[in-house]
């Protein structure tokens, strides 16, 4: 669920028309190019995907490079700085609005975050890393060391955190934008949303809702497939349903999911215990709201399984 705190809110328009509506509004104000409000990119644990969605805005990138001045981000800078020597990976500031990406796995990150935070009037959060410790977050699950050892052959030279959290858990965020991907819609929205200081109008529906939408057919009535759906955050545009495939959950908690429910349903589609844990931990495999899953997984143990007896609400 996103957090807003410091934006004003706005009567309700669709996404698409409040942002070009937005662009044009903001653009007319700033005809002085050096008044510009200023935007920073950070990376953190992460693969880049995210903040490289701002970069697959191209239509609309020239518009926004028009209205907000990009003062940091590495991604599509040059990689010396401006004195012939490496970028600078924490930056100076002040910057009126900057977007994370990544969680935070080091003890330098824990520090870098801080300082980011202190130069940034407003932060935004953005993927699954950022918002919920990542994929990388299933080393909160295990044992760091043995990983370590697994995979480097000379694990003292790394040195990392025993977990992997999200940007939330060190300081406080404006707005947090989910998925694995974000979608680059919902990220112009939030620009724009600050740029004309209101609320992101970022839906807060499962992505069932998107499904309907579409008119995809509900592949767990249908076919009894196992589907994070009810639970997941909108954002997706239902894409895994649509070609028959349930929901991996990539855009993380819906707000307030029914876990106790999704648990049951996963059971009778004949999921054991550890199918529902291996589910839910993969790309927000730290997000608080899916703490309880280890617990209700646990205790649905009784809870029939598909084919053991007759369900009236499931087709034959």
């Known amino acids: 669920m996103e957090t807003d705190r410091g934006l004003a809110g706005a009567p309700g328009r669709s996404t698409a028309r409040a942002a070009d509506t937005d662009l044009g509004h903001a653009a007319r104000r700033r005809a002085n190019p050096d008044r510009r409000p200023t935007l920073a990119v950070w990376k953190f644990a992460s693969c880049d995907g995210c903040q490289l969605t701002l970069l697959d805005c191209e239509d609309e990138l020239l518009g926004l490079t028009e209205q907000v001045r990009i003062e940091h981000f590495l991604e ?39 300082h980011i935070r202190r130069i940034s009037r407003r932060m935004v959060t953005i993927g699954a890393c950022a918002t919920a410790g990542g994929i990388q977050a299933l080393r909160n699950f295990g044992d760091v060391d043995a990983f370590r050892a697994a995979v480097y052959a000379r694990p003292d030279y790394i040195a990392t955190l025993e977990t992997s959290t999200p940007i939330s858990a060190h300081v406080p965020v404006d ?23 209101r609320k992101p109008q970022i839906p807060s529906h499962s992505v069932c809702f998107e499904c309907k939408r579409r008119g995809t057919t509900c592949v767990t009535v249908a076919h009894g497939t ?51 844990l ?39």
């Not at 895994?240 to 059971?267: D, H, I, K, T």
């Not at 291996?278 to 608080?288: E, I, L």
């Not at 309880?292 to 009236?312: C, I, K």
């Open 76 to 114: 599509m800078s040059a990689t010396e700085g401006p004195s012939g020597g490496r970028a600078e990976l924490s930056g100076r500031g002040p910057y009126d609005l900057s977007l994370v990406e990544g969680s935070i796995t080091t003890a330098e990150d824990a520090e870098r975050i801080q």
């Open 175 to 197: 707005f947090e934008l989910r998925g694995c991907p974000i979608d680059r819609r919902q990220l112009l929205e939030v620009i724009t949303a600050h740029l004309s200081g």
């Open 226 to 276: 196992p589907c994070l759906g009810p639970v997941t955050h909108a954002g997706c545009g239902a894409l895994c349903p649509a070609y028959g495939r349930g929901c991996y959950g990539c855009f993380g908690p819906a707000e307030r999911p029914n876990l106790r429910s999704m648990v049951a349903q996963l059971r009778r589609d004949g999921m054991s215990e550890a199918d529902i």
């Open 278 to 316: 291996r589910v839910f931990r993969t790309f927000n495999a730290a997000s608080p709201e899916y703490a309880p899953v280890a617990d209700l997984a646990a205790e649905e143990q009784d809870t029939p399984r598909a084919g053991t007896e007759t369900d009236p609400e499931r087709p034959a």
